[in-house]
């Protein structure tokens, strides 16, 4: 099946500083990658997904690239605010359409 | 607010109990997804039904099985709870599921000790 691997664990950056969170998956069939944001003791929260056919998104302050043939992925954020602090977790929908989740990336932002 | 419910909030419990988890899709979905989240784990997929019939298997222990019911809302049962089984338990639904996929929505999660 899918695996998903999520680098670094933990972040701390000054506020207004930019923030990267990258992430590797194993079955070249996935075509569908998320990113989602939970606060301490709330649920998961989509805020930017990529799909295989685009190496490249962005809303806002949060970017999303995306490498196929190296089978890698990586979470942008910039001018980081203290409210982006969180958990940040990619996933990836592989061949039997099931989100494989990485261990997740603990953000904190210092004011 | 996701549109998915999941009571209880809260479960405290002791070792060798056995504890049921329920989750209300949003209106409209079909699929209900149960996932584990524990501090060493992650977020682990368990299992996923598609109304009413169970579409999709992950990391889910013998002690633990799932249904899904006609009005599609979802049971999780846990049997034989040990220590190790103390975890945030999410349920999530989408519209789909299964020749293609779909966003998911998570609930607000239940909390289970176990003591």
């Known amino acids: 099946g899918e695996n998903v691997e999520q680098h670094p664990s933990t972040l701390s950056v000054q506020e207004g500083d930019s923030a990267v969170i990258k992430c590797t998956y194993s079955?070249?069939?996935?075509?569908?990658f998320p990113w989602y944001k939970q606060e301490l003791g709330k649920r998961p929260q989509l805020i930017i997904d990529?799909?295989?056919?685009?190496g490249e998104k962005k809303d806002q302050r949060i970017a999303v690239t995306l490498n196929k043939t190296a089978k890698h992925f990586s979470l942008h954020i910039t001018e980081t605010q203290p409210e982006d602090s969180a958990v940040y977790f990619c996933?990836?929908?592989?061949?039997?359409?099931?989100?494989?989740f990485g261990k997740g990336t603990l953000l904190t932002v210092n004011p | 607010d996701s549109g998915v419910t999941q009571t209880p909030k809260h479960l405290i419990t002791a070792t060798g109990q056995r504890v049921t988890l329920r989750c209300s899709p949003r209106?409209?979905?079909?699929?209900v997804y149960w996932y584990q989240q524990s501090l060493d784990q992650g977020l682990q997929f368990l299992i996923q039904?598609?109304?009413?019939?169970?579409?999709a298997k992950g990391n889910i222990l013998e002690r633990f099985s799932a249904q899904q019911f006609p009005d599609l809302h979802s049971e999780l049962n846990l049997s034989s709870l040990e220590l190790g089984d103390s975890a945030l338990y999410f349920c999530?639904?989408?519209?789909?599921?299964?020749?293609?996929?779909?966003?998911?929505?998570f609930g607000p999660g239940t909390r289970l000790t176990v003591l």
């Open positions: 079955d070249s069939a996935s075509n569908y």
């Open positions: 996933a990836a929908v592989g061949s039997n359409y099931k989100l494989t």
């Open positions: 209106s409209g979905d079909l699929s």
């Open positions: 039904y598609y109304n009413g019939e169970e579409r």
């Open positions: 999530a639904s989408s519209v789909g599921g299964g020749n293609a996929y779909n966003e998911q929505f």
């Open positions: 990529i799909r295989s056919n685009v």
